[in-house]
């Protein structure tokens, strides 16, 4: 079993590799069969693909069927795979909708569909309705188990009717109020009334606020309506306003992290994390933002061309030119980030949008004054030369404030040109900060020195 | 009151502007006294610092204390001071301990010590005690007021004695049993508690598994921890094992969010979210990492230096050396994203990395082969120079298949030595690519062209 910090215990990962290349299933079951499913899915991580297989096919019937909902999402195909479509199924059909079409949404077609097959009726149609929902909607993150009350009960009714119902979802947080047209009215913590005497009106209980979500609301707008209310769990409700099921803080905990990982990792050109992707596909998924940096790269190298005759001259020119990208850069992907983060999060809308704009040019210009000073003692230490330091401090002045403006202005254009800034900026921000510099420090050096 | 996507009601804003201009407190009260407090809160994003202060100074007494809980944290020392020691520390009075610790610990000493000060005895002696544990531990995230029962109680005896207590928090999602020593022997779902009969020992519904975690422990390791098993609450305990408090997923989302935040802005030499500091704090908090880029910037230009004769020979050299910089530099990143994402989600450990180095290696390779082609075509249409192609396609096959193993090996070597590898990899990824694409770039050509 892994300790806090995804640490594994070497000995039991040691004896489990043994007991898959003995091809003892008894071994193999005996030894991660005591661990909870969260820490055998974990063990996956660090086995090879073929071990993962071995480990699959042992396990076997005996999988417990929380197993599935807890193996990381690049595994998911593989798993599915070596299990076979009606193992699956029978695991799937005990698990919770949103679970179980978290497992399946990113199967490929083919599987996905055998395995919906091999579904109990009941279950199958629960999980077709769901998928019905586009993908990153709450329609595929809610489940469709939920407690719903009339709102005329007391707290006595609704104790009898939880205990005589053991069809009931074995967790809940919430008991939502419904009309008799099922459209939810209100929504009680568990707690409240656990703590209420029987004879309390349920109405009296209801909260002051009501969060409903409609089921084809984005996720990340789920996500961030949790966020800044602080809720536990809130009803989705389909065209008619009626309640069709639920979302818990627990689905939210994985959305903030995957959304947050992808715009991390989508600011530098891979699209989610590959780290268990096979060799070929992870080096083809990589290549267009490859090619896109290029053809960026060599907008830049044309501005350099046109000054090829005084590099001619000053070669020096050369070995300071990569000097006042890099800080124009560096700069721009400090405003850009701080910028692609804050429309993420909703804190950077059209309202405010001038003020950081006007703001982070005042950094830029605070900063780059900062190196006027720092980049003309450098270069005059370094080639003695006071008009090419003097060039020089200007130049990283006047890229350090326009990278500023770039790394605020691209991402804010993107988004209102309705693409994604998280992706596309760093490609942007960088060729335009690249071209500047190396335009505004071969310019200025060309007309003063040359 | 924002929508969903974080976009205020126009109107709303500039009814609020006018009358904060026109300085009539009650009708700013009416105008945003029936919102939620979480709305209330997100309008100060919106405000001019003059105006947040003007609305805080109408507030005043008016003020709902959770109010508090929902600003911004760049915002808090600012709007603490507007109000006053006194008027806060009646507010987080009101709080759960971890609400007004997560208000307090930003706040600047002298403010915080006189909030302290004001806070009625209890809570005074419950805060002083929860910031004895370092920043971001559990202990400084917990709430302090939870249930624990007898683990020889039966449901029936539980449902009277929470009736009979108003005084244990509003809202609680899991029941903890503890032994007559206060330690924490198993947790029951409240929603367990209310379906089942009042004659069931409580002993009987106890969950599976307990994940009991130790006040010192990071909140990050916390977190990996509700994620791994979707944690709704676990208990924290102190030395003796005695349990002191109770962590909620509400406060996961967050923390998740703010540590995905910092890795994703401490990427670009951002400490945090600056979106809502002062100029001046702003513009000097990002200089020091300026300062490293320029020092690496200089490291990659004296490879330039190097080579300057022939690019004096060649300018053509000067016009692609950036491109093949620039390549590398973005295999580099991809590969680097991967990684810190994955050893700061623990998918990558010690165990696996030997793995993913070679196979990030083998991707290189692979777009570096690519690249080769793509270049050398690119540079033969471009100048009509075969060799100088062969030399551009071969150096951009050297630079990205030695940039994957650069942005491999920093994360995980800064790993090895306690740094940590979101905040310093890509400075050392960027410097490297530069210095080794400079070097064979310009070293191969001078070898074979000139």
């Known amino acids: 079993m892994a300790d806090d910090r995804g640490n594994v215990d070497t000995e039991l990962l040691d004896e489990l590799r043994q007991a898959l290349a003995d091809g003892t299933a008894e071994r193999v079951r005996y030894r991660i069969g005591a661990l909870h499913p969260a820490d055998q899915a974990e063990l996956l991580r660090f086995l090879e693909p073929h071990e993962r297989r071995a480990l699959v096919e042992a396990l076997g019937t005996a999988l417990d069927p929380e197993f599935l909902s807890y193996i990381d999402e690049e595994l998911r195909q593989e798993i599915a795979a070596s299990l076979g479509p009606e193992l699956v199924a029978t695991a799937l059909a005990e698990l919770e909708t949103d679970d179980a079409i978290a497992f399946l949404e990113d199967l490929d077609d083919d599987l996905q569909l055998q395995i919906i097959a091999a579904l109990p009726a009941t279950e199958r149609s629960e999980v077709e309705r769901s998928l019905q929902y586009p993908e990153d909607t709450a329609g595929r993150m809610m489940q469709r188990a939920f407690v719903a009350l009339p709102d005329y009960w007391v707290v006595g009714q609704a104790i009898d ?153 000053l070669v020096t020119l050369a070995i300071l030119m990569p000097i006042v990208a890099s800080m124009a850069g560096n700069a721009g992907a400090q405003t850009m980030t701080v910028c692609v983060r804050g429309i993420a999060t909703g804190e950077i809308t059209a309202q405010n949008a001038l003020r950081f704009f006007r703001k982070e040019l005042a950094v830029g210009l605070a900063n780059g004054s900062t190196f006027l000073v720092v980049g003309t003692i450098m270069v005059m230490v370094w080639f003695g030369y006071p008009e090419l330091a003097v060039v020089f401090g200007g130049a990283l002045l006047a890229a350090l404030s326009v990278a500023a403006g770039i790394g605020v202005g691209v991402p804010l254009i993107l988004e209102r040109l309705k693409a994604d800034p998280a992706i596309a900026s760093a490609v942007f921000v960088t060729t335009l900060t690249d071209m500047f510099s190396f335009f505004v420090f071969l310019g200025v050096a060309t007309l003063v020195l040359l």
Do not use: C
Not at 275 to 286: D, Q, S, V, W
């Open 161 to 313: 009717y939880l205990r005589n119902h053991p069809d009931l979802p074995d967790d809940f947080y919430d008991i939502f109020l419904v009309s008799a047209r099922f459209e939810p009215l209100g929504s009680i913590p568990v707690s409240m009334v656990l703590r209420s005497g029987r004879t309390t009106p349920l109405r009296q209980l209801r909260q002051r606020e009501l969060h409903v979500i409609d089921a084809r609301t984005d996720r990340e707008d789920v996500a961030r309506l949790f966020r800044k209310y602080g809720l536990v769990s809130a009803p989705v409700i389909a065209e008619r306003g009626r309640i069709i099921g639920v979302i818990t803080v627990d689905d939210i905990v994985d959305v903030i992290e995957e959304e947050a990982e992808e715009d991390f990792l989508k600011l530098h050109g891979v699209s989610e994390s590959d780290l268990f992707r096979p060799l070929r596909r992870t080096a083809l998924r990589r290549q267009p933002w490859l090619l896109v940096n290029l053809g960026a790269a060599i907008m830049a190298a044309l501005v350099i061309a046109q000054f090829e005759g005084s590099i001619d001259q």
